[in-house]
């Protein structure tokens, strides 16, 4: 195997999604852990980091969760896996330590008066706009921030996406670019991967002890091909069919 680390080109290039690995080559923790940490710095909507990520790493851990994935190959021949969390319940405590940061960098309780404009917009968009987006009560409180936001928009552009289900796709949406920034590491590393969204949630979650409000994204199974691990030639539609320039 090739030891050495790709360009972001080629790794782009070298990631399949591969279905079987090769049970005598083994990957190194360490080096998953690392694609992870990379996977963190990630772009997220608002800086809110709604995500968690579960590394297996315990074979018999990974025997149990083959089954509720179905017993896909990939997750039944797989090194290790992550399981990508979303955490939108955690919103509270994520826009805290935006808040904490912000007093990192310019000072603790400082009057309103002697902020900057810089300070003033970031303080009361985590201490006002974010909560005013993600609560929400059994869906009530979302409806009346739609109507609100739809008459508004009526007379000038406004952020629409203001329900509990909206801000549950932004959640996993950022998951997701976590996920393929992680994959991205990994095929960089000659590590190969398979996201695999066909799983029973409910099971991992209760294997696992993931918290009620949480949310798998999905389950990435790691290892290294083999060759009959790539099934088939890469298929992607014409990119002119999906390709505008305005």
């Known amino acids: 195997m090739n030891n050495q680390q790709k360009t972001v080109s080629e790794a782009i290039n070298y990631r399949r999604s591969v279905r079987i690995f090769d049970a005598e080559k083994p990957i190194k923790t360490s080096i998953v852990k690392r694609c992870l940490e990379q996977a963190s710095l990630a772009p997220t ?3 809110m980091q709604l995500w968690e990520f579960i590394h297996i790493t315990n074979k018999e851990t990974i025997a149990k969760i083959a089954p509720m994935c179905f017993n896909q190959n990939a997750a039944k021949t797989a ?18 330590a935006n808040l904490s940061m912000l007093d990192k960098m310019f000072g603790k309780n400082n009057p309103k008066s002697e902020q900057k404009s810089r300070e003033k917009v970031a303080r009361n968009y985590y201490g006002k706009i974010i909560p005013f987006a993600y609560f929400d009560f059994f869906g009530i409180a979302g409806f009346f921030k739609y109507i609100m936001i739809l008459i508004t928009g009526l007379f000038k552009p ?20 976590a996920a393929q920034t992680f994959m991205l590491s990994m095929a960089a590393e000659n590590y190969d991967t398979c996201p695999m969204e066909g799983s029973d949630t409910w099971r991992v979650k209760r294997l696992l002890n993931i918290p009620r409000n949480a949310e798998i994204n999905m389950i990435v199974s790691c290892g290294i091909r083999k060759p009959e691990g790539v099934y088939g030639e890469r298929f992607r539609i014409p990119f002119e069919e999906i390709y505008t320039v305005v």
């Open 79 to 96: 090194q290790e896996l992550v399981i990508f969390v979303v955490r939108k319940d955690l919103w509270r405590k994520r826009a805290k």
């Open 45 to 47: 909507s608002s800086n």
């Open 158 to 177: 406004m952020y629409r996406e203001v329900r509990n289900s909206d801000m549950r796709i932004v959640a996993h949406k950022t998951c997701g670019l």
